[in-house]
């Protein structure tokens, strides 16, 4: 099993929503909470892409196609990270990863999210 695990993928229509959530599963809350994380998303053929990211005091970056549609945060005791999907297009449909931006560790498997009608 890798350090992180996502979950919440699943099939949305257009317009619709989907939360993700990441588990740092394998790290101690000391490590986790100083730490700036990011959801990623991948589709096949392509390069993995930073979406959105969040920092240690909760600060937020959102790549453009994403920005006002997706909103990240952090629960920092339960070592998690979120990511909630709105109005959702079908140029969303992807992979979705989440890991650490400064220094990339292991990747999970990641959670498919499908968008269509």
């Known amino acids: 099993q890798g350090q992180f695990v996502e979950s919440g993928g699943g099939l949305a229509q257009p317009g619709g929503s989907l939360r993700l959530t990441c588990h740092a599963s394998?790290?101690?809350?000391?490590?986790?909470?100083?730490?700036?994380f990011g959801w990623y998303r991948q589709t096949p053929g392509k390069q993995r892409e930073l979406v959105a990211e969040i920092d240690y005091s909760g600060g937020t970056n959102y790549e453009d196609s994403v920005k006002g549609r997706f909103t990240i945060s952090r629960d920092n005791s339960r070592k998690r990270v979120y990511l909630q999907m709105n109005n959702l297009k079908p140029d969303d449909t992807a992979a979705y990863y989440c890991?650490?931006?400064?220094?990339?560790?292991?990747w999970g498997l990641g959670t498919q999210v499908t968008v269509s009608s």
């Open positions: 394998r790290m101690i809350t000391s490590t986790f909470n100083p730490l700036a």
């Open positions: 890991n650490t931006p400064r220094a990339p560790g292991s």
